[in-house]
């Protein structure tokens, strides 16, 4: 019986209270009969961030698409991370390249593959830079 490992990977760009992670796994589908690869971009903005406040009262359904314009397809992911007080550590948001039309990413295999991805990363580390520095 042949096993179908599934493979994890991530790439860290950090910034001044921020950083910005691009993550990478594959997975066996079934139903395609191969093994498909899933790309997701995420921001991590710690509480000294000058943004930190305007994320910390946002969250899905309001985020502030008008400073950050560039998630792909919009933010799909947001959660905020307590410490054991219950106070607020850290913000995470991203979105995923999984969307309907999105099957050319599956085939990105290599850090190489998925330039479009990390393209996206370096632009949101561009803008959460930019933001701190307001």
Known sequence: MENNWDRKEEWWLRGIDFIVVVKHWNSFSYIEEKTINHWNVYGHVYTDHPYFNTLKESSLQNFPYGDINVLHCGCTFFQKHFDEK????SIQF????????????KNYETEQDAKEVFYDAENLHKILTELGNG
């Not at 219950?86 to 550590?89: F, L």
């Not at 991203?94 to 990413?105: A, N, Q």
Request: aromatic fraction near 18%; hydrophobic fraction near 25%.
């Open 94 to 105: 991203g979105s995923d390249y999984g969307h309907l039309y999105d099957e050319w990413v």
């Open 86 to 89: 219950g106070e607020i550590t």
